[in-house]
RNA sequence: CGGGCUGUGGCGCAGUUGGUAGCGUGCCGCGUUUGGGACGCGGAGGCCGUGAGUUCGAGUCUCACCAGCCCGACCA
């Protein structure tokens, strides 16, 4: 990609801010706010989205998950059916069209489960493992955080089915485990922490969280077993096991519920078991935030330049300045290009001090500046966005040692 | 939903006791520059958040509303 033909723009003044992923996405170019918890998502921030989809996806599909695009514009009698509607907390941060009797879409249990009527008749049609990535709606009373809590979010959001508690609980354990590792391939550190299941379930659900300064919640974790409790169920903990836990503040990243059969009861989901009896069907739902990670990684990954997203959600993997009038920058380019390296060339008639100044802001995780200086030798200089690594290599080298970098 | 602060060219801001709006940056043109947002000259760009009032006259004063940010309550 050249970037005179790439859509976006840094700014060089932004309003102070509080948040800090807000003020980097923003001033970086990544996204732009319309209002209050509600942000357009820029062409850098769509690259990150999609690779970070990418990685949950590739892990969906191994938990053995089928992907859905469910409607985001739900009837409102479907809250209705379900009893969710009567709950005040519910209610209250649900879109609703009022003239159509149409919401929009918070979350998926109830339509997920009218589907399943349709396609789930026997046990021979268990489990059923659905996920989607969906913009989701949100009535925040009080948005913040930038992309940490918004009114309008991207999520990837997963049911599962199952014949009884048994292999719920199997499957769940599984989805925990899986969850974990799509927070490691994202280069987070995450927590599985007991909390309470909020408006979705009576009982403990767990949550992902990832220990940061600005996160809005509190948890008690355990450094070793990477597990802990939220704030909100500490007065259910002994005073015995308090004593071994850390207080922090964190990111929930994801949050799994056992569902038990409060829906599938609601909506009659039924099937015939091995001996002709009418059985009720176990489920779970998985979500995780997946614009709230953009937000998480830039608020864990930057300094006083800008951002410095780890390579695999980054948007692009280098950039290429030539400060020099030859077409060594295009050849590098082009070379990188075709072996597969996401590279950005910033062909724009500026400054060098403003493409330098950008690729820190925007962080390219690799930078590849080729000047007067660097060209004396037949050499290029390799720039490192996550340690500051400076390294000349040459010029047939370049390739070989970008490709090294990113493995 | 309570409390505080703020709404003025694309963006960031200033605007005195009321007299019809300015700076920085960005943008366009020309020239000089070229390893950390460089400089000179010349330009374009504003219903001063919205609506009522007070006044000869409102960016400025009054009231209401709307929006944004922050704190709190709330929250997968």
Partial sequence: MRLSNFYTKTR?????????????????????????????????????????????????????????????????????????????????????????????????????????????????????????????????????????????????????????????????EDAAKTYLKVFERLGLDAYRVKASGGVFTDEFSDEFQVICETGEDEILVNHKTKTGFNKEVEDKLKETDKKKLERVKAIEVGNIFPLGTKYSDAFDLKYLDASGDRQSVWMGSYGIGISRLLGTLAELFNDEHGLKLPSQVAPFEAVVINLTSSKTGEKIYSDLTEQGVEVLLDDRDEMAGTKLVDADLIGYPIRLVYSAKTAQDGKIEIKERGSGKVTLVNLEDVVGRVQKLLS
């Fill in 12 to 172: 060089r003044s932004m309003a102070a801010q509080d948040s800090k992923n807000a003020y980097l996405l923003e001033k970086a170019g990544y996204i732009s706010q319309v209002a209050a918890g509600v942000y357009a998502f820029l062409p850098l921030a769509v690259r990150s989205l999609q690779k970070i989809e990418t990685i949950v996806r590739e892990e969906m599909n191994a938990l053995g998950g089928s992907e859905v695009i469910f409607s985001a514009l739900q009837p409102k009698s479907t809250w209705e059916k379900s009893g969710r509607w009567e709950d005040k907390n519910f209610r209250q941060i649900v879109y609703l069209d009022p003239e159509a009797d149409m919401t929009f879409g918070a979350t998926h249990e109830e339509p997920m489960t009218i589907a399943l009527k349709q396609s789930v008749q026997s046990y021979r049609d268990l489990p059923v493992i659905l996920f989607q990535f969906q913009t989701k709606f949100r009535k925040e009373l009080r948005a913040k955080s930038g992309l940490l809590r918004g009114r309008e979010f991207r999520m990837k959001d997963l049911y599962s089915f199952h014949p009884d508690e048994e292999s719920h609980h199997k499957f769940y």
